[in-house]
């Protein structure tokens, strides 16, 4: 996967690699909502708006749609992700399955599987206090996801698989894609950054020394 500086480049791949890791039915769309929810306004609000659930198909049965909600679980549990993805003690890779037990293991209140023993699916050496790192950012991305109308179980899945991919590449960008999903810096089609005054403030910030100049020859004139 690219490290490049193109961010269009780097949203693309990382929304096929997170498509297909917890929507493979829906990767034909992945880039274009991908790129759509990073570059914000008004297709962003259109595109949350979404039901999670929409009708679909000559039989009209439900196909599910994940991705609009999970770019924005993701984007708004950006920092969460990024200091579990950045932390030293998750070192070692994880599954999806081993994610989705620490997560039922924390809400449970047990303590995470340590190793491979008991239950735990086969991981290499991969200790339960280093999985409450990444159990804690699943849960908090299922929680959104879950906001949005998923169903619980879905939403588990889909956040552990998310999550996992991310871990998976966490030296490949994963912090990188995050952060654009989230409007930190220029977005994908390279207009605003996330710094730079909306044009609401800029009109402010160009009124205020005539505002002063009126209030200083009001004073005058008193």
Not at 51 to 56: E, L, Q, R
Not at 119 to 132: D, H, I, K, N
Not at 186 to 211: F, I, K, M, N, Y
Request: glycine fraction near 12%; charge should be positive; proline fraction near 5%.
């Amino acid at each position: 996967m690219s490290n490049g500086p193109d961010a269009s480049a780097r949203l693309e791949a990382w929304a096929t690699a997170i498509a297909s890791a917890s929507a493979p039915h829906e990767t034909d769309f992945a880039v274009h909502t991908a790129l759509t929810y990073a570059r914000g306004g008004r297709g962003r609000r259109a595109l949350v708006r979404r039901a999670p659930s929409v009708t679909a198909g000559s039989g009209g049965e439900l196909v599910t749609t994940v991705l609009p909600a999970l770019w924005d679980a993701l984007a708004a549990s950006c920092e969460l992700l990024k200091s579990a993805l950045g932390s030293p003690v998750v070192a070692n890779g994880v599954s999806t399955a081993t994610l989705l037990l620490a997560v039922h293991r924390r809400r449970d209140g047990a303590p995470p599987a340590e190793g491979t023993g008991g239950s735990a699916p086969a991981e290499p050496a991969t200790g339960g206090g280093e999985l409450l790192v990444l159990a804690r950012a699943v849960a908090e991305v299922s929680r959104r996801l879950q906001a949005h109308g998923m169903d619980p179980a879905a939403a588990d899945q889909a956040a552990a698989s998310a999550v996992a991919a991310l871990h998976a590449g966490r030296d490949e960008g994963a912090g990188a894609f995050l952060g654009l999903l989230a409007g930190e810096g220029r977005d994908a089609s390279g207009e605003r950054s996330a710094g730079t005054p909306r044009t609401g403030l800029r009109r402010l910030a160009a009124r205020v020394p005539r505002l002063r100049r009126s209030a200083r020859a009001r004073g005058r004139s008193r």
